[in-house]
């Protein structure tokens, strides 16, 4: 029944609709960034999905019950993935643009961000919410329905902070828990750097010859 009324929800909004592999997961180059367990209210801290600092104890392979946690991660980060444990429901937007919605703490509750949802492995483009206000300290809420009620109503809020009990924490809580996962911006190793630098050498040796 929950994902039914998250399927309704998303529909009118959607487009594109095509068949997909179970989660972008089977593509590889993500790595775990947060967990939320399948009891209790939502993310038990306060990090704002920055990643600046770790918080609980990470477990490589989370189960539903695993507490709470998130890890530090320093490497730029291109795309985040929410996805319920048992993979039913996934959202994936750009991290650059969900990081800007939250920074700026506008407090909007209408559709501000642009995610690829999969629903029961079919795949759509949709907008959703991500809700950000100064001072409260269960912001930011994120869904990827197209505005903050419906998705509390309909069961598609992806994440919340500071232990927020209320139908917030129904998707989580009924679908194995929830997972994060982001893809980073590989950062130039020093081999490379060192190549760059004798190009560069090279290329300037060869312009004061030709002067």
Do not use: C
């Not at 309704?8 to 939320?36: C, E, N, R, Y």
């Not at 009924?174 to 911006?185: E, R």
């Amino acid at each position: 029944m929950l994902l039914a009324a998250a399927a309704t929800l998303a529909a009118p909004a959607a487009h594109a609709v095509f068949a997909i592999p179970a989660s972008p997961l089977d593509q590889g180059g993500w790595t775990l960034a947060a967990h939320m367990s399948n009891t209790g209210g939502m993310f038990d801290g306060q990090g704002e999905l920055s990643f600046a600092q770790a918080y609980g104890t990470a477990v490589a392979s989370p189960t539903a019950s695993t507490p709470d946690f998130s890890i530090a991660i320093s490497a730029p980060i291109s795309r985040i993935l929410f996805i319920t444990g048992d993979r039913s429901v996934w959202a994936m937007a750009d991290y650059g643009a969900l990081i800007t919605q939250i920074q700026a703490r506008a407090g909007y509750f209408g559709a501000n961000i642009d995610f690829t949802l999969g629903l029961n492995g079919m795949v759509s483009q949709v907008q959703g919410n991500v809700l950000s206000r100064g001072g409260v300290s269960e912001d930011p809420w994120i869904t990827y329905a197209p505005e903050h009620f419906a998705g509390i109503n309909s069961n598609a809020i992806l994440w919340g902070e500071g232990d927020y009990f209320a139908a917030h924490s129904n998707l989580k809580n009924s679908a194995g828990g929830l997972n994060v996962y982001v893809q980073t911006v590989p950062e130039p190793s020093s081999l490379a750097l060192l190549l760059a630098g004798v190009l560069t050498v090279g290329a300037w040796a060869r312009k004061r010859r030709a002067v």
